[in-house]
């Protein structure tokens, strides 16, 4: 090489140099170049992923019809059956889907950033849940990655589309003035509808609900995701009875500003209890009782939200793991059984600071008669995190005496203490109700699609659709094996 065509490319590495420095380039093309790899990738993903999964459905079948010693003219018929619905699903996937191919039943639900609508597929009799949310909204609250990672616990897993304990995301699109999520439609309301119902359970069917809660909040833990954000609202009950976890928003890898938000709300609150937090902790039951049914529908709602599931480990950054998750199960089974979360009181900061003093305001009430085993799993599951029961895995808890003859393998299997008495599969009557409310349009360039990039998604469980039936369940089984011979004995 020549000194000059040494030289020229020496200039040119050190203009590249210069270019790839992050301050030679503006904050829109850094945005922008994030936003083309995340969708790049995504398409890639997705695409080695269907490749694969065709490959194994063929061989699945090659194995299949080996075995039912099938001839090759029965082989050739079977191979062009699943070419055709290969082919069926491929068209499906290219479709793109819009909010005019869903037909709208009835609003089941109302928030800060838009509403959840009954709809069912035009065309079809398949019934779902709509999340529609605002964009400016969830722009001007900061609450991008809130809904970012709820759509992504839910997507990025293959498992999650076959894990009975998760609400499933069957698609998700967009246009330029909402985000969209269609969903599984749960009809048995949430835990907290029931509560409110009930008052309190019993510790046979708190048993029930805080076992199938901890099964559902595990499925998540071996996704690799903490929920943080485990509540009576995100727990539902499908139209069997069985639980149901709901709203991933919360879920780690990426700092949501729902916490943010009640960090920023409790960083200058003091930390030592005041005379008022100790005098709350004199009220009897029944006070503290009426106190927190007066608000605890409104907190559902509340774009802030409330501390008082929260870990204290959470609230006060010290650093987590999906331990935070079992102390929520632990505020739950209180509430379920005495009829009120433990550190509830008038306001967040009040909350906070009984948290992270839960050695001197975890209390149950004298008329509260609690078992002791029932006393000792919520005093284990709202302890320390470096003792807090579940380090030790989630046999830890299994083993706990509360749970003395409990058959963890057929959960699903035996009649919950709450069945959803439905008249069909639109019935809505564990909802509120909600008025209809006129739409206002904005300007598309005020909530573009840059915001949410690689949002669209299509289910595994529609592949699936496309070759198979609806088992027992709900659950989603292939047919492409129907009719085949069983080998011969």
């Known amino acids: 090489m020549s000194d000059d065509e040494e030289t020229q490319t020496t200039n040119v590495a050190d203009d590249v140099e210069d270019y790839e420095s992050d301050d030679e380039l503006s904050a829109d093309s850094i945005q922008f170049s994030k936003i083309s790899r995340a969708s790049i990738e995504q398409y890639y993903d997705n695409f080695w992923k269907y490749l694969n999964e065709r490959r194994d459905r063929g061989n699945l079948l090659e194995e299949k019809m080996t075995k039912a010693k099938m001839g090759e003219d029965d082989k050739n018929k079977r191979r062009k059956a699943l070419d055709k619905k290969e082919a069926e699903f491929l068209r499906m996937r290219r479709r793109r889907l819009n909010v005019n191919a869903f037909e709208v039943i009835k609003v089941i639900g109302r928030g800060a950033f838009g509403e959840v609508q009954l709809v069912k597929m035009r065309g079809t009799d398949d019934v779902y849940a709509m999340k529609k949310l605002k964009k400016t909204k969830m722009i001007e609250k900061d609450q991008v990655e809130h809904v970012r990672s709820e759509r992504n616990a839910l997507a990025d897993s293959e498992q999650a589309s076959d894990n009975p304990w998760i609400t499933r995301l069957y698609f998700s699109f967009q246009d330029p003035q909402y985000l969209y999520l269609i969903m599984e439609f749960i009809p048995g309301g949430d835990m907290m509808t029931h509560l409110i119902h009930y008052d309190t359970f019993s510790e046979e069917d708190t048993r029930f609900f805080v076992a199938e809660t901890i099964m559902a909040i595990h499925s998540i833990h071996q996704l690799n995701y903490i929920h943080r954000d485990i509540k009576p609202d995100n727990l539902l009950l499908d139209k069997n009875g069985h639980v149901k976890l709901s709203d991933f928003g ?34 009897n039951r029944s006070q503290r009782f009426d106190t927190w049914r007066g608000k605890r529908r409104a907190l559902a709602y509340s774009t802030v939200g409330t501390p008082d599931y929260i870990a204290p480990e959470v609230l006060l950054k010290d650093g987590y793991t999906e331990l935070c998750d079992w102390w929520s199960v632990g505020v739950i089974m209180f509430e379920m059984l ?152």
């Open 338 to 489: 005495v009829g009120y979360p433990p550190f509830c009181s008038d306001t967040p900061p009040e909350t906070y600071r009984k948290i992270i003093h839960f050695r001197d305001t975890l209390r149950f009430p004298d008329d509260a008669q609690l078992s002791s085993q029932a006393k000792d799993l919520i005093m284990r599951l709202c302890s320390d995190q470096t003792t807090r029961i579940g380090l030790k895995g989630i046999d830890e808890l299994k083993q706990h005496p509360f749970f003395a003859g409990l058959n963890w393998e057929k959960l699903r299997d035996v009649k919950p203490p709450i069945v959803p008495d439905l008249a069909d599969k639109y019935d809505t009557k564990y909802f509120d109700n909600f008025e209809e409310e006129d739409e206002e349009d904005d300007d598309e360039t005020t909530n573009g699609r840059n915001y949410w990039p690689a949002f669209t998604f299509k289910s595994p469980a529609l592949r699936r659709l496309t070759v198979g039936t609806i088992g027992r369940g709900g659950t989603l089984r292939p047919n492409l094996f129907s009719g085949i011979p069983q080998q011969q004995q």
């Open 250 to 283: 919360l879920c780690t890898g990426l700092q949501t500003t729902k916490v943010a938000n009640l960090h920023e709300q409790l960083e200058n609150a003091p930390t030592q209890l005041s005379s008022h937090d100790k005098d709350t902790l004199k009220m």
